[in-house]
């Protein structure tokens, strides 16, 4: 099928987008590939997981970090072959045709702006519970200003800020870990081991917990992509997706798995503090250290902050990269100084949209757009998953020497993967609270893979 070639198709140079700057360092993309895993999802949204599956919450997030192991590396070993700011979208494009790559690109697009909003509303909360009275819209507009203008001026200066918004979050998590193995080895001064207590109910509310638990950690390691997304910028985009994807697993281990097992030892899966409070808080206030919990707080925000200004960064580039290859207005893809600007603002634009309507229609509009994106995420893995399968053997064609990274042992693995993901699906539509979302992110994948053929189908024919 003809379609036109682009600067993002071509790996010239380093192999990435020509016209983008090269302005993320080496530092930068390790830092965002070490607090890239550190994400909202694990300090706001594990609270309901451990609630609904008890100390099996381990088990929960062991499963669905495999899953996403699988993924990182199928697109490691895409994005190292053949960097882009398109990532998955440009891969789909290049295994399954144009359609593909325009109906992943978009849907993510989607979930980005849309979650930039829900970041801003939840920093806005934890600040207006410091600062009683002020208005949270005003604070939301603050946050969206200021990471608007920082992707807007240079990519360095996104870079700078995820390299030290990530270094407090891989401080504090590790200080976290740290202090809750002294306490339940039972040296930490002032606290008593608490053994096995909390565990013996492992399974508290039998295989249904552990589904709803397993459903909540899925979307909690949403985000990851984004290196993949940077390294097009770098200076080294190849060996840096590379050392990115390698070190996946243990940073999913230690910060995930590892914190998990840790709370759920601390403090009964069935402590209402566990959810109003958040987990890490809770563990924190429950080993009684003065001040701890406020200080989770900061960190929390510093997520919450971090993760907005991630996805502004992700969701211009997979824009840019989008209407780069024909598939969206041709003024999204207007560079200056190294700066997709325009892609930018209307990133920003729409994600401020979608806080007005968290105002001004929260029975309706924005419980609608919260379910159209509630499974977004599944639909790119499967993309990422069916594009690895079908670009390997080119990939090795291109290239005697073999790809960078490699997907492990290919193809079962790949295909183990696409089994859980089609799993996952399956689980959420027997849960009430999940098959709503499966039904309009299903919808709105099939308006935009309808949107991309017959597009597709019509540049054909020119």
């Known amino acids: 099928m003809p379609h036109r070639t682009t600067q ?22 390790s830092m965002i590939a070490l607090g890239g895993v550190i994400g909202a999802g694990l300090f706001v949204g594990s609270g ?6 008890g100390p099996s919450v381990v088990v929960a997030y062991a499963l669905s970090g495999l899953l996403v192991m699988l993924v990182m590396r ?8 053949h960097p882009s700011s398109g990532s998955f979208s440009a891969h789909a494009e290049r295994a399954i045709g144009p359609w593909a790559g325009f109906t992943a690109g978009w849907s993510f697009w989607v979930l980005l702006c849309t979650a930039v909003g829900l970041e801003g509303i939840g920093a806005a909360k934890i600040v207006t519970g410091w600062l009683p009275g002020t208005p949270e819209w005003a604070w939301v507009a603050l946050f969206m200003v200021v990471f608007c203008v920082t992707n807007l001026a240079a990519v360095r200066n996104f870079g700078e800020f995820e390299f030290w ?18 306490a339940i080895a039972g040296v930490l001064p002032g606290t008593d081991s608490p053994g096995t207590t909390h565990l013996t109910d492992f ?8 589904i709803v638990g397993l459903l909540a950690s899925v979307f909690a390691y949403g985000g990851l992509e984004t290196v993949t997304i940077a390294a097009a910028e770098s200076e080294d985009p190849v060996r840096g997706v590379a050392s990115a994807v390698r070190t996946a697993m243990w940073r999913i281990a230690l910060f995930y798995i590892g914190s998990m097992a840790v ?16 987990p890490y808080v809770a563990a924190l206030d429950h080993l009684g250290i003065p001040g701890a919990g406020q200080v989770m707080n900061v960190v929390v925000l510093a997520a919450l902050l971090s993760a907005m200004n991630a996805n502004i960064y992700g969701s211009s580039r997979i824009a840019y990269s989008l209407v780069e290859r024909g598939q969206g207005p041709r003024a999204l893809a207007r560079v200056s100084a190294g700066v997709p600007r325009l892609a930018v603002l209307t990133s920003c634009v729409f994600g401020f949209v979608c806080v007005v309507l968290s105002h001004w229609r929260p029975d309706d509009v924005f419980p609608w757009l919260l379910n159209m994106i509630g499974a977004v995420i599944l639909v790119v893995w499967i993309f990422i998953a069916v594009s690895q399968l079908l670009l390997r053997r080119r990939l090795e064609r291109e290239t005697p020497q073999g790809p960078v990274v490699r997907m492990w042992a290919f193809p079962y693995l790949t295909w183990l993967a696409l089994a859980g993901m089609a799993a996952v699906f399956v689980l959420m539509a027997r849960e009430a609270d999940t098959r709503a979302q499966l039904y309009y992110t299903g919808g709105m994948t099939a308006v935009l893979a309808a949107a991309g053929y017959l597009r597709q189908r019509r540049r054909a024919g020119d």
Request: glycine share 12%; charged share 15%; proline share 5%.
């Open 203 to 210: 399974l508290p509310n039998g295989g249904e917990g552990l």
């Open 165 to 182: 918004f990530a270094a407090l979050k891989v401080g504090a998590i590790s200080l976290f870990l740290v202090l809750g193995v002294l």
């Open 48 to 53: 309901a997981a451990i609630a609904a599956a």
């Open 8 to 29: 993002v198709e071509k790996p010239p140079a380093q192999g990435a987008d020509a016209s983008l700057s090269h302005g993320l360092k080496q530092r930068h993309l």
């Open 263 to 278: 709370i759920v030892t601390l403090v009964p899966w069935d402590s209402k503090e566990v959810v109003e409070k958040g």
């Open 74 to 81: 199928m697109l490691g070993e895409m994005s190292a072959a």
